[in-house]
């Protein structure tokens, strides 16, 4: 059995997938790029105006409680991140319409702490969903919808109409 694998950095629930990931990468790439430039030409601590980072890089950082000037930590996260995206295990959840980023924010609380705390999500829309939600991992698919519900119980639901008809 293979033995599980715990992510080295704290994902924030603002990291919600591998677009998220791949975003953050892009802006530790242009950061580290910029903190380069500026050495090569030896602009002083006191004078460097550094970029503004976006919030869920800052959120990454505070949650991890990483200084993203020091070149270690730095290249530790690129490495993290780099292996969060080839490795962390992904599901795909499918809504009826657009979720809030509050409900999205919970939702990936929830299947951080009780499936997997690098669990990366994909958020679909499938408008034919009258309510509920389809999910789909690797090898399974969960229909969690209201159409699914009611053909499970669809023999209890005929039996109850027929019980309450006049005879």
Not at 13 to 23: N, Q, S, W, Y
Not at 69 to 86: G, S
Not at 106 to 135: E, S
Request: proline share 7%; charged share 25%; with cysteine.
């Amino acid at each position: 059995m293979v033995p599980e694998q715990r992510p080295g950095l704290v994902l924030p629930p603002l990291v919600v997938g591998v677009a998220d990931i791949m975003r953050l990468r892009r802006e530790l790439d242009a950061l580290y790029e910029y903190l380069h430039q500026a050495a090569l030409r030896e602009i002083p601590a006191d004078q460097l105006k550094l970029p503004k980072t976006s919030r869920i890089l800052d959120e990454l950082a505070l949650a991890n409680k990483i200084n993203l000037l020091d070149r270690d930590q730095f290249e530790r996260v690129a490495t993290e991140l780099e292996r969060i995206q080839d490795t962390a295990p992904q599901i795909h959840i499918s809504f009826s319409t657009d979720p809030s980023s509050a409900f999205v924010g919970k939702i990936v609380d929830w299947l951080r702490q009780n499936v997997h705390p690098g669990l990366l999500i994909q958020i679909g829309l499938q408008p034919t969903l009258a309510a509920g939600c389809l999910v789909r991992t690797t090898n399974k698919q969960f229909d969690l919808s209201l159409k699914q519900h009611f053909k499970a119980a669809r023999p209890m639901l005929v039996k109850k109409l027929q019980e309450g008809l006049p005879a």
